[in-house]
């Protein structure tokens, strides 16, 4: 069982910046494939950006060059810095750890309750 806890969300200026860090339990956080989502009202929760074990990363086009996603495994810890946030920005982030279970790939996912960034325009 992993557990997830973000931080970090709050209200912010358009333009402004935020980092939410999300600490995770599990002696193999190095392991885990982590990610961020985002969730607004009425639509489904999309991927925001994502990091290996190896430190590879992705990033949702609408984020590409604002938001920077890193980890420190020293601290069991993933982290997303948002820069130039819109108002189109404004979701409940959540936290997510990709877990594989075995060579074959099957892995589970875990999720945080979420942190609520609302930017103001």
């Known amino acids: 069982q992993v557990q997830l806890v973000e931080s970090g969300g709050g209200l912010v200026q358009a333009g402004g910046s935020l980092r939410l860090p999300c600490a995770a339990s599990g002696r193999t956080f190095s392991s885990y494939y982590m990610g961020w989502f985002r969730q607004t009202p009425g639509k489904q929760r999309e991927l925001v950006a994502r990091i290996s074990s190896g430190g590879s990363t992705n990033y949702a086009d609408f984020v590409k060059g604002r938001f920077t996603i890193t980890r420190d495994n020293a601290k069991n810890t993933v982290y997303l810095k948002m820069n130039s946030l819109k108002f189109e920005d404004t979701a409940v982030y959540y936290c997510?750890?990709?877990?594989?279970?075995?060579?074959?790939?099957?892995?589970?996912?875990?999720w945080g309750q979420g942190t609520l960034v609302t930017v103001s325009s």
């Open positions: 997510n750890a990709r877990v594989v279970f075995n060579v074959e790939g099957a892995y589970r996912d875990y």
